[in-house]
């Protein structure tokens, strides 16, 4: 036994122990009050994360050792291709907006019948279908959220200002994280205990490693199936396309979840033939076999060439760690999810088999992370 587990539990120590989980509640408690304040700052880090390679390409391209104008350049790079992309996808968005515009009229405005469908389904969707106008949302959205939101407009106003406030404190602490980046995370080594530094730095190379890994592969797959069901529900000829594609596409950061977006695509499919233009079986058929073949190139042929290997875990502990990450840290929790439960069962696994045989590497070895 280690010397750690053969201590007895004095009364001194009970009380450090005591004192120790009084100050992780406060801790916890206290983040929870601030966490729209943190909010933004917690967003500006994973958003410098995911530029920080960038920065460090232009950095090497330019020859430069101060990071103020890479990161400068980088935040205008990242921009232009986010405005390039707006201005290929706004138009179709906005095409498409349109066509379930007219989708809508000519399905409340007919009476078919969708065969294998009950009446008393149909007649409730109807009826919802006729109650909705999409012009008048899109006009009206913006101004009765403000109205809304406060119990008068300067309320409102005043609440608007401050989302407002935040996005730009966002852009603000980016550019700053990104000039101080390597400090930062020196910074946040020298907050750990110095005995137990060399276990979180490597604890933390580990965490690094893996989360690049699953990002740069999972946000390639997560590209390439954007593209495949954009050009297959273009293909099928299924009103709004575009829109539902990018959304599959997204979701496939978050395993399994792509297949949540079936019942968006059903919905689409029965109001469209509703207007009596298609049938909705053979239409929704079609849909279906768009998802089969690109999952199909995803899960044989993309995954294993730019993933490699499986993470080796089964469906349900995939579900449970989904659910955990996913109350934990929200959407966030959900895409980290199974690098992080990985990591873990990794973890847990050598310390049962290894025990306390194994030996922590020295503050020299855990520092030289790759990729810092």
């Not at 969707?125 to 106008?133: A, F, G, N, Q």
Request: net charge neutral; with cysteine; hydrophobic share 50%.
């Amino acid at each position: 036994m280690s010397s750690a587990a053969s201590r007895p539990y004095t009364f001194d120590r009970v009380v450090r122990i005591i004192v120790g989980l009084a100050l992780l509640a406060a801790a916890i408690w206290l983040i929870n009050v601030l966490r729209n304040v943190l909010l933004p700052f917690c967003l500006a880090c994973l958003i410098a994360y995911l530029m920080e390679p960038l920065v460090e390409t232009n950095q090497r391209i330019l020859r430069m050792r101060g990071r103020v104008l890479p990161s400068i350049i980088t935040i205008v790079e990242v921009t232009l291709v986010l405005a390039v992309l707006g201005y290929f996808f706004v138009p179709s968005i906005i095409r498409e907006v349109h066509q379930l515009e007219d989708m809508i009229s000519r399905s409340s405005a007919a009476d078919t019948s969708v065969p294998l469908v009950p009446e008393e389904i149909i007649a409730p969707v109807r009826e919802w279908v006729r109650s909705l106008s999409v012009a008048d949302l899109v006009r009206s959205s913006h101004f009765e959220s403000l109205l809304s939101s406060g119990t008068s407009f300067i309320a409102s106003t005043l609440d608007f200002l401050l989302h407002t406030l935040e996005w730009l404190l966002t852009f603000i602490y980016v550019i700053f994280i990104l000039i101080d980046y390597h400090s930062l995370m020196g910074g946040m080594r020298m907050l750990v205990p110095r005995r137990y530094r060399a276990v979180v730095a490597r604890v933390g190379c580990d965490i690094k490693t893996s989360m690049n890994h699953y990002f740069r592969g999972q946000a390639l797959i997560a590209l390439c199936a954007a593209v495949f069901y954009c050009v297959g529900f273009s293909i099928v000829g299924i009103p709004l396309a575009i829109i539902l594609g990018i959304t599959v596409g997204v979701l496939y950061m978050i395993p399994y979840f792509q297949y949540v977006t079936l019942i968006p695509v059903m919905i689409v499919c029965f109001i469209d033939s509703m207007g009596g233009g298609v049938a909705f079986w053979p239409e929704f058929g079609k849909c279906l076999l768009v998802y089969a073949v690109s999952q199909c190139i995803c899960d044989y042929i993309l995954t294993p060439k730019i993933m490699g290997k499986a993470m080796g875990l089964n469906p349900a502990v995939i579900l449970l760690s989904l659910s955990v990450w996913g109350t934990l840290l929200g959407l966030i929790g959900m895409i980290i999810a199974l690098p992080l439960t990985t990591l873990l069962l990794a973890y847990y696994q050598e310390y049962i088999n290894r025990g306390e045989h194994s030996s922590a590497p020295s503050t020299s070895e855990a520092d030289d992370c790759p990729g810092d």
